[in-house]
């Protein structure tokens, strides 16, 4: 099994910034395989992709409603994943989790994803 542990959220005001981590455990195996994810979900709303990340760092994706705000990066010396967000808006306000995929691409699809955190809050008011 594998852990995932979300941490960073909390309560901004439109323009500031927080920074997500994602830390992982028990059978990470080699944290390169994998490529990772973060993920948000408003209330009443589907969860949505944010970032992708692949196993080695290389290559990147986002969604179009975080490019040029949201930066996503790893450190698989300590298994851990992060996502700094910068400028927030009120639209931004969700539960944020982290997901690690099957293989060592970073997919934007949920079903491409095997593990998943509990979720972080981050609220965003204007």
């Known amino acids: 099994q594998v852990q995932l542990v979300e941490s960073g959220g909390g309560l901004v005001q439109a323009g500031g910034s927080l920074r997500l981590s994602c830390a992982a455990s028990?059978?990470?195996?080699?944290?390169?395989?994998?490529?990772m994810a973060w993920f948000r979900q408003a209330a009443g709303k589907e969860r949505d992709f944010v970032a992708s990340i692949s196993g080695s760092g290389s290559r990147i994706n986002y969604a179009d409603s975080v490019k040029g705000r949201f930066t996503i990066s790893r450190d698989n010396d300590k298994n851990t994943m992060y996502l700094q967000m910068n400028s927030l808006k009120p639209e931004d306000t969700a539960v944020y989790y982290c997901?690690?995929?099957?293989?060592?691409?970073?997919?934007?699809?949920?079903?491409?994803?095997?593990?998943w955190g509990q979720g972080t809050q981050v609220t965003v008011s204007s």
């Open positions: 997901a690690r995929a099957r293989g060592t691409l970073p997919p934007s699809q949920r079903s491409e994803y095997d593990y």
């Open positions: 028990g059978r990470t195996r080699i944290a390169s395989s994998y490529a």
